[in-house]
């Protein structure tokens, strides 16, 4: 697609650039691939002008085109370029190998005579054919792009506009962590640090034939292509038992309070503190700081108790009581979670809102004697 510049004759044509045409059918269009056209006059159905100014100009003819490229693998051959009254961008007349002609939106440097096609296989890229994402190079510049497949073009469809494609987000496996260890007798402590497993009994997947178990509560996004080994295949109930088990994990149903651990400033007030603090999973220390709940949780044990101090403390008790009436009660399963995986870095000042705060507690810590 050409541009055309003026000789500066005139002011006006001196900084003037058009779009040249003379390489356009200057005919009528393919009859068969027309439809009738009405004015509308910036009037809406009911015959009332909703967008002034509008009317006039000349009579025109819709194009009907062929958005959707569907003939498959059939190669087609450019029969001229032609103007679109209807649209910005210039349209093409290709005739397939069978006879059958359609328009397609023009892209630059196709010409007549070029051979195109549409495929759902890997074709070469190149101006006029057309071919889903996943046969198609990373970085390709493309146009008439489909939101949904079979829908037809709908990005990037006026003249000068494009798209990149930059990458891929599909073709991943996803993947639960299996272990042979028996964690139904520590299913509480599992549960403490943040991991839920299901009993999927024995198979191929373990060469020894021992009972395994998968992991619910993690799913690992996996590269097919870093896979060494096929694994066996899960029992049609068994497979059943275990999605609808991550699918309850990923709808939310479980309510969990997450205590964290804190730390203080290095000095010898920290080297004091540590000696009766536990950095662990599992840990018995509530801190205020670095603690959360869901809303709906915090609303079903009436949130933080009216107290002058120890609020916090409050909260994880009543917690702690509900999980032990609500589990298994309507499908929800109330947890107390205490990790060291969330740490924090308080505020180690002596003076704090109460005395029996974490500032008291520190200056008891790092009183001599």
Not at 57 to 76: C, E, N, P, Q, S
Not at 240 to 252: C, I, N, P, S
Not at 272 to 289: D, F, I, Q, S, T
Not at 327 to 341: H, L
């Amino acid at each position: 697609m050409a541009l055309k510049n003026f000789k500066p004759v005139t002011p006006s044509l001196r900084q003037l650039v058009i779009v040249d045409r003379s390489g356009l059918w200057k005919g009528k269009p393919v009859k068969q691939l027309t439809e009738g056209l009405t004015q509308k006059g910036g009037r809406n159905n009911t015959g009332r002008i909703t967008a002034r100014y509008q009317g006039g100009g000349h009579k025109r003819t819709y194009r009907v085109i062929d958005f959707k490229r569907r003939k498959l693998d059939v190669v087609a051959t450019v029969e001229r370029l032609e103007y679109d009254p209807n649209r910005s961008a210039f349209i093409a007349l290709v005739r397939y190998e069978d006879g059958e002609m359609s328009y397609i939106l023009a892209p630059q440097r196709l010409a007549a005579g070029d051979k195109i096609v549409s495929s759902a296989k890997n074709i070469d890229v190149k101006p006029g054919n057309a071919m889903p994402f996943s046969g198609m190079p990373i970085g390709t510049i493309v146009h008439n792009v489909e939101l949904k497949p079979g829908k037809g073009g709908q990005i990037a469809r006026s003249a000068g506009t494009y798209a990149q494609f930059v990458g891929r987000d599909g073709g991943w496996l996803l993947g639960l962590q299996l272990t042979s260890q028996d964690h139904d007798l520590d299913a509480e402590q599992e549960a403490a640090a943040g991991r839920r497993w299901i009993d999927i009994g024995a198979g191929a997947w373990d060469r020894g034939g021992r009972r395994s178990e998968a992991r619910v509560n993690r799913v690992l996004r996996i590269d097919p292509g870093s896979v060494r080994r096929d694994g066996a295949v899960l029992d049609e109930q068994v497979f059943a038992a275990v999605t609808e088990a991550v699918r309850a994990v990923a709808a939310g149903r479980d309510e969990a309070l997450v205590l964290g651990t804190v730390d203080v400033r290095q000095g010898p007030l920290r080297q004091a503190w540590l000696r009766g603090y536990r950095h662990e999973e599992g840990h018995p220390h509530v801190h205020g700081a670095n603690l959360g709940l869901p809303w709906s949780l915090y609303e079903a044990v009436g949130g933080f108790p009216p107290v002058a101090e120890h609020e916090d403390v409050g909260l994880a008790e009543a917690v702690r009581a509900l999980a032990g009436e609500r589990d298994g009660g309507d499908g929800r399963r109330v947890r107390v979670i205490a990790t060291d995986t969330t740490r924090v870095l308080t505020s180690s000042r002596l003076e704090g809102r109460t005395p029996g705060g974490f500032s008291g507690y520190l200056k008891a810590v790092g009183r001599p004697g």
